[in-house]
């Protein structure tokens, strides 16, 4: 049996959004398709094959480190940005606010899929999921922008809910109504992670 297991799950890319300089803005632009490269989505300032390090892997490396970029596509569910959404008491939430690279509808529990999972669209183009992506308040200035009062409510509203990172493994060209396949690792969950949760020490 391979060591990723196609799922009968599979969903539908409903957004694909670009971020072309993030010093200049966080929003990101709409677009219809894009080409996902060994560099991320083409034309993406989140891409690259490295990137400096941040806070989130502050417990290996010091700030702007030089990694690998596992943080290529900021990928939300179109259920989660609704749900994000009514939490915060708003009747939508466009995606371009939070920065994000696709937004995909039809895959339950989107945030917490198995890092190492794989989500291949037609025509081939294959990102490999990092981790969940822990809600920040960067998109708090966009979203109060267009939001009047609503930008603090995004990291609360957010929380288990704000996608998955990903990069690319396979290249290919993704496209708006283009389908996704779900692969999950053959593989039990790791029986310490509890342990490692409460705070006790392994070694």
Known sequence: MPALIPTEFYGTITWLGRVADRDAALESAALTEIFAGFDGPEGEAHGGINRPACSRVAALYKRNHTIRNTRQFAVM?????AQIAAKMGLDSLDPALLGTSLVISGIPDFSHLPPSSRLQAEGGATLVVDMENRPCTLPARPIESNHSGYGKHFKPAAQGLRGITAWVEAEGMLRIGAKI??????????????RVRSGHSLI
Not at 77 to 81: M, P, Y
Not at 181 to 194: G, K, M
């Open 181 to 194: 396949r779900l692969f999950v690792p053959d593989q039990p969950a790791w029986s310490q992670l509890d």
């Open 77 to 81: 569910a179109a259920e989660d940005l």
